[in-house]
């Protein structure tokens, strides 16, 4: 299967991609996890994007789309693949577009969890991470055992302000994707209000798997 995950900032779709890798055997290629590590590793590309990620801003399309192209030409997205966070822009759904069509491929689901801007901020602002497992917690809503919690770390971007202008991109740069992928007849709506796994059933249910 190929599919993507898109929504607001902290809709789950980490959260929703770490339960629906394993189920459907596929990677997960998430730019915002790829961007974060070389940013860590400080190469040439992180350099480039580390400003931009720390204001909510969203790192330039050429970047982004780069390196989007070169991971999903590898060996293992052959048989399919589970972007999320890409695309984020029409220039990034058109220009996947044309890479899948030029490898013969077509994106089977784009899965839009919806969740109200009310609710984005509390997600965000209690959002950690362990850095040994990669598992995502949240202090109020999915909280750490105490024997993890004093490892876990906080992103550089999970900071009220920078949520508030995350979510401003998002309406106007990511939302006019999701006509785009409605008029294919691929675009499917997950409420993504409830618990984790009631979301994971949702999206189950809507991809049929
Ligand atoms: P990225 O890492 O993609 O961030 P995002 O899209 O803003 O999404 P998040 O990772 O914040 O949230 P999520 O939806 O994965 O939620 P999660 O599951 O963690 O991008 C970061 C930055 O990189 C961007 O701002 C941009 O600068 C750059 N970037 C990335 N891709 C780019 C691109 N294509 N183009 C340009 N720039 C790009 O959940 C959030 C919290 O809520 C967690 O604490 C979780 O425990 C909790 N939670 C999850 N589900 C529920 C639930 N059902 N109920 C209650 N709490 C829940």
């Given amino acids: 299967m190929r599919m993507i995950l898109v929504g607001p900032p902290g809709a789950g779709k980490g959260t929703q991609a770490a339960r629906l890798i394993t189920l459907l055997d596929i990677p997960h290629i998430s730019t915002g996890d790829m961007l974060r590590a070389a940013v860590k590793e400080g190469t040439e590309l992180g350099k480039q994007a580390d400003a931009f990620m720390k204001r909510g801003d969203l790192v330039p399309d050429d970047v982004v789309i780069g390196m989007v192209i070169e991971r999903i030409s590898m060996e293992d997205c052959g048989s399919g ?5 890409f695309p984020r822009t029409r220039p ?5 577009g044309v890479a899948l069509e030029q490898a013969g491929l077509a994106l089977d689901s784009v899965v839009l969890i919806e969740v109200p801007d009310g ?8 959002r950690r991470s362990d850095p040994k497992t990669g598992r995502i ?3 109020e809503f999915d909280p750490p055992a105490e024997d993890v919690v004093d490892r876990l770390v906080q992103r550089k971007d999970d900071t009220r302000e920078a949520c508030v202008a995350r979510l ?4 106007s740069e990511t939302a006019p994707i999701i006509p785009f992928y409605d008029a294919l007849g691929i675009l499917r709506r997950v409420d993504g209000v409830g618990s984790p796994d009631e979301v994971t059933e949702r999206v189950r249910a809507a991809l049929k798997v």
């Fill in 92 to 96: 990034q759904a058109e220009a996947l």
């Fill in 119 to 126: 609710s984005i901020v509390s997600r965000i602002v209690g």
């Fill in 137 to 139: 917690y949240h202090l």
């Fill in 168 to 171: 401003r991109k998002y309406h």
């Fill in 81 to 85: 693949m589970m972007l999320d966070g």
